[in-house]
């Protein structure tokens, strides 16, 4: 996966999703708002797809140490 500039408001976005999930507590209102902040960075951006995006995101803030 190439590099891509994450912004930090998703890395932000994304932890807050993740610390509901691992709690059992994930909202719709939260997983909604993720996504919908990944479509519209990746629609501003050319070039990075709204997948690879959420995934390199993901990976940030699921797996640090890689």
Same mark, same amino acid.
């Given at each position: ?18 610390? #509901?999930? /691992?709690?059992?507590?994930?909202? @719709?209102? =939260?997983?909604?708002?993720? /996504?919908?902040? @990944? =479509?519209?960075?990746?629609?501003? =951006? ?5 997948? #690879?995006?959420?995934?390199? =995101? ?9």
């Amino acid at each position: 996966m190439a590099d891509i500039d994450i912004p930090p408001h998703l890395i932000e976005l994304e932890r807050a999703a993740w610390a #509901e999930q /691992q709690a059992g507590a994930l909202t @719709y209102e =939260t997983a909604a708002a993720v /996504q919908a902040a @990944y =479509t519209e960075h990746a629609a501003a =951006t050319d070039g990075v797809g709204r997948l #690879e995006l959420e995934m390199a =995101t993901k990976k940030v803030v699921r797996h640090p140490e890689e």
